[in-house]
């Protein structure tokens, strides 16, 4: 998935918390409110705007990139410590590095491969299947096949050599 796609799917997508995303969809739209952020910090009142409209979809696309790993979306609680540290002044440089550390296993995990398999987030979503459909019938069939067990019909595997 590509950048520009991955802010158009994040928008979309921006309260779906129930199916998954895979690792460029989440860090191509982490890369993007990386940006907004930079551009809008200057204008206070802009930079809150931002994070408003921001804050669904970087939910979702996390609680989803979670989801692809199997895990729950509830996980991303581990992030709230960052918040407390954003709302206190004067809080030390040893408290605001205790507070961040519940949020390296979610690095972790977004980092990780997605499972190949579905799980209870439903389908992968960049597994690429080596199956074959048969253009008679519509039966998926093994990349393998020369004909189609169902109805019989030759199958001419372009991806063969």
């Given at each position: 998935?590509?950048?520009?796609e991955?802010?158009?799917?994040?928008?979309?997508?921006?309260?779906?918390?129930?199916?998954?995303?895979?690792r460029?969809?989440f860090?191509?739209?982490?890369l993007?409110q990386?940006?907004?952020?930079?551009?809008?910090?200057?204008?206070?009142?802009?930079a809150?705007?931002?994070?408003?409209?921001?804050?669904?979809?970087?939910?979702?696309?996390?609680?989803?990139?979670?989801?692809?790993?199997?895990?729950?979306?509830?996980?991303q609680?581990?992030?709230?410590?960052?918040?407390?540290?954003?709302?206190?002044?004067?809080?030390?440089?040893?408290?605001?590095?205790?507070?961040?550390?519940?949020v390296?296993?979610?690095?972790?995990?977004?980092?990780?491969?997605?499972?190949?398999?579905?799980?209870?987030?439903?389908?992968?979503?960049?597994?690429?299947?080596?199956?074959?459909?048969?253009?008679?019938?519509?039966?998926?069939?093994?990349?393998?096949?020369?004909f189609?067990?169902e109805?019989?019909s030759?199958?001419?595997?372009?991806?063969?050599?």
């Amino acid at each position: 998935m590509s950048f520009l796609e991955s802010i158009k799917s994040c928008f979309i997508k921006y309260a779906d918390f129930k199916t998954r995303s895979s690792r460029s969809e989440f860090w191509w739209f982490a890369l993007f409110q990386v940006v907004v952020n930079l551009v809008t910090t200057p204008i206070f009142a802009l930079a809150v705007i931002s994070s408003i409209i921001l804050i669904l979809p970087s939910l979702a696309v996390g609680a989803r990139r979670l989801h692809d790993t199997n895990r729950s979306g509830w996980w991303q609680l581990l992030q709230l410590p960052i918040l407390y540290i954003f709302l206190q002044p004067g809080i030390s440089n040893l408290a605001s590095f205790a507070i961040i550390l519940p949020v390296i296993p979610l690095i972790i995990w977004w980092i990780q491969k997605g499972t190949i398999t579905e799980n209870k987030y439903g389908n992968p979503t960049n597994y690429v299947s080596t199956k074959i459909i048969c253009p008679k019938c519509q039966i998926e069939l093994e990349s393998t096949s020369k004909f189609c067990g169902e109805c019989g019909s030759q199958i001419f595997n372009s991806n063969k050599e």
